[in-house]
C-alpha cells in the first residue's frame, strides 16, 4: 500500500490541526521509511517476484523490525512518545502513535500472508487484498480521497505555496502511485531500497506546503446587534 498511508496522514489534520502535515506524513508511512533503509543494511529482505500477488511483484521475505505488529506499536509508542516528550501534548502525541500503527492496519488488508506479529513469529498475517485488485485500488482510493477532503476542508493556503506547492504534492503521490500499478516490476532490490528513500521528500514537501497553510477558523458565530 502507498497512497493510503498519506490519505491517513492526510485525514489526521482533521483530528489535530496543530500536528504538520510533515509530522503526520511521517508517522503514517514510518514503517516505508524505516524498511529501505534496514533492506540498503541488509537486516531485512525482500524478493522481486512477478506474479506472487496481482498487484505487487514483491516478496516481503522477511521485515520483522518494520513491518511487525509489535514493532508498529514500540514505533509508534517511540514517535508518540518523542512528540510528547518535546510538546507535553497527550493527544497528539497519541494521534501520531495511532498513525504509526494504522500502517500496519492497512498493510495487513492488502498483503499476502507475510507481516509477522512479532520478530520471530512463526504466524505471518495478511487479508490479501492484492489479489483482489478492483477492490484494493477502489479501497486504497477512497482513503485517500476521503483524507484528502478532510484536510483541504480543515486548512486553507495562505500563498501560491499553500496552494500550488500543496496541489503539486497531491498530483505528484498520484502520478507515483498511477506508476506504481502500471509500470514495469522493479529492476532489482537495490532499486526498490532507493525509491523508497526518495518518500522523505513527500515528508520534506508536506512541511514546506503545511506551513503555508494556516488551520480553517470555525465558523464566527454572528454577534449580537
Ligand atoms: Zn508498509
Not at 95 to 123: A, K, T
Not at 172 to 188: A, D, E, K, T, Y
Request: contains cysteine; neutral net charge; glycine residues 10%.
Amino acid at each position: 500500500m502507498f497512497i493510503g498511508h498519506f490519505g491517513i496522514g492526510l485525514g489526521a489534520k482533521k483530528a489535530a490541526p496543530y500536528l504538520s502535515l510533515g509530522t503526520l506524513f511521517l508517522a503514517a508511512q514510518f514503517l516505508d521509511l524505516l524498511w529501505p533503509t534496514f533492506i540498503l543494511l541488509g537486516w531485512e529482505h525482500v524478493e522481486i517476484e512477478p506474479g506472487i500477488t496481482d498487484m505487487a511483484p514483491l516478496n516481503f521475505t522477511d521485515y520483522p523490525i518494520s513491518h511487525s505488529l509489535l514493532m508498529a506499536i514500540v514505533w509508534g509508542a517511540l514517535l508518540g512518545g518523542i512528540y510528547y516528550l518535546v510538546k507535553r501534548q497527550w493527544t497528539g502525541a497519541w494521534i501520531l502513535g495511532l498513525c504509526v500503527v494504522s500502517h500496519w492496519i492497512l498493510d495487513l488488508l492488502v498483503h499476502i500472508p507475510d507481516l509477522p506479529l512479532y520478530p520471530g513469529s512463526s504466524i505471518d498475517a495478511g487479508f490479501g487484498l492484492w489479489n483482489h485488485k478492483v477492490i484494493a485500488i477502489i479501497l486504497e482510493g477512497s482513503i485517500f480521497v476521503i483524507g484528502l477532503a478532510l484536510y483541504v476542508r480543515a486548512t486553507q493556503a495562505k500563498n501560491k505555496v499553500g496552494s500550488y506547492g500543496f496541489w503539486a504534492l497531491i498530483l505528484f503521490l498520484v502520478f507515483i502511485h498511477v506508476s506504481n500499478l502500471l509500470g514495469p516490476p522493479p529492476p532489482g532490490v537495490k532499486a526498490i531500497a532507493w525509491a523508497g528513500e526518495l518518500q522523505w521528500l513527500f515528508v520534506i514537501w508536506a512541511y514546506w506546503v503545511d506551513k503555508n497553510r494556516v488551520a480553517k477558523e470555525k465558523e464566527a458565530s454572528p454577534s449580537p446587534a
